[in-house]
């Protein structure tokens, strides 16, 4: 695979330069080689952990130079689409995945000959192996769940401009995959590591900005609704998929125009606790009482455009009986339908947002909101 990759990168280099003339400015493409260990976040991860794990990403990148406002509020981000492949060490284990995932890269300092970036993104990875009880008895791989998981990347960069054409960099990297347990078990796979790359823009990768005078956007104060969907195995392997209801009700204030602070509460019911206490005839007809969570949070949101990234952080006021660790985080993102400076109904978006304690990733939630 790691072969088919790079002969890839080579045919798609060739094809960039013979049609360089046609190319919009700012359009590339960079490869990066990757290099680290499996982070054994748990002790409940019983695989062995090899010595060296490796991967290779081909990026495609669109420089933006202004051609939308929110380009120039955001300081001219380097969006991307991404196609990963990491090799885990241990083929009958782990195997390989194969992750597709947008990205966004913000400068961190910035100067003529060097920069100093960090990159989000958020996809879909391909696992080739992952838990199984039948026929191959796969029983080792805890960490994987099923085929199909979220694929997250952060990572930063040190970059030196050689010309408009050639970038050089040198990088630390970390990347968690996981099915957010719609199928476990689900402890997820860590990677982290130091990575080298070049980029290549056929045109520029300087193209050149256009400046608008733009008034600042008013700093305003929104309340904010958010419902969501989730399922769960429930901890029984190849068991029942059962509905997570979540809901939360905070309030949002706009800075710089282009960033927005949340501060509210979080609430969930897990079908799968209710399931339990049923079945084990603990707290008999009481077990709706004791199968919800709540919480209060606090998060940012980053807007690029109609793309919100948010990162929330959150402690449990309740927790349902089956506990876990006090403190949970989200991460993920918002689509908005709607965006509008007036009237009663200011915003509306879609979201997926993932929810984890730490490293070890709880539920992946399907949501929609309104501000007003």
């Not at 409940?44 to 669109?62: D, R």
């Not at 991307?80 to 300092?109: A, E, H």
């Not at 949070?297 to 109609?306: D, I, K, P």
């Amino acid at each position: 695979m790691k072969c088919v990759l790079f002969t890839l990168i080579i045919l798609l280099c060739s094809c960039l330069q013979s049609g360089a003339q046609e190319l919009p400015p700012g359009f590339g493409l960079e490869m990066n080689g990757y290099a680290g260990k499996i982070l054994k976040h748990t002790k409940n991860f019983k695989a062995p952990v090899p010595e060296l794990s490796t991967g290779l990403e081909l990026n495609f990148l669109w420089q933006t130079y202004g051609k939308k406002p929110w380009q120039q509020r955001r300081g001219f981000p380097l969006l991307g689409f991404g196609i990963g492949y990491t090799d885990y060490g241990i083929d009958s284990i782990f195997g390989k995945c194969i992750s597709f995932y947008p990205n966004i890269q913000l400068r961190i300092i910035s100067g003529r000959k060097l920069e100093w970036t960090a990159k989000a993104g958020f996809g879909i990875g391909y696992m080739t192996r992952h838990y199984k009880r039948a026929p191959d008895w796969d029983t080792i791989n805890n960490a994987i769940g099923s085929h199909f998981n979220n694929f997250t990347i952060f990572s930063s960069d040190l970059r030196l401009h050689v010309s408009k054409h050639l970038d050089l960099q040198l990088g630390a990297h970390f990347t968690h995959v996981s099915n957010g347990a719609l199928r476990v078990p689900n402890l997820g796979l860590n990677f982290y590591g130091l990575h080298a790359g070049i980029r290549y823009f056929p045109v520029t990768g300087s193209p050149d900005r256009i400046m608008r005078k733009m008034a600042p956007i008013r700093n305003r104060w929104l309340g904010q609704l958010r419902v969501g969907l989730a399922g769960t195995e429930g901890g029984v392997i190849n068991g029942p998929l059962y509905p997570v209801y979540l809901a939360s009700a905070f309030v949002s204030r706009r800075y710089h125009s282009h960033n927005k602070l949340l501060i509210g509460l979080d609430y969930s019911y897990h079908k799968s606790t209710e399931a339990f206490l049923k079945n084990n005839e603990i707290f008999p007809g009481e077990e709706g009482r004791h199968s919800w969570k709540g919480g209060l949070f606090a998060a940012n949101e980053f807007l690029v455009g109609r793309v919100g990234i948010v990162l929330q952080a959150g402690y449990y006021l309740n927790e349902s009986a089956l506990k876990l660790e006090r403190f949970y985080q989200k991460l993920g993102g918002n689509l908005y339908l709607v965006q509008r400076e007036k009237g009663a109904l200011k915003e509306m978006f879609v979201s997926i947002l993932l929810k984890t304690h730490k490293t070890q990733a709880e539920l992946a939630e399907l949501g929609m909101g309104i501000g007003f």
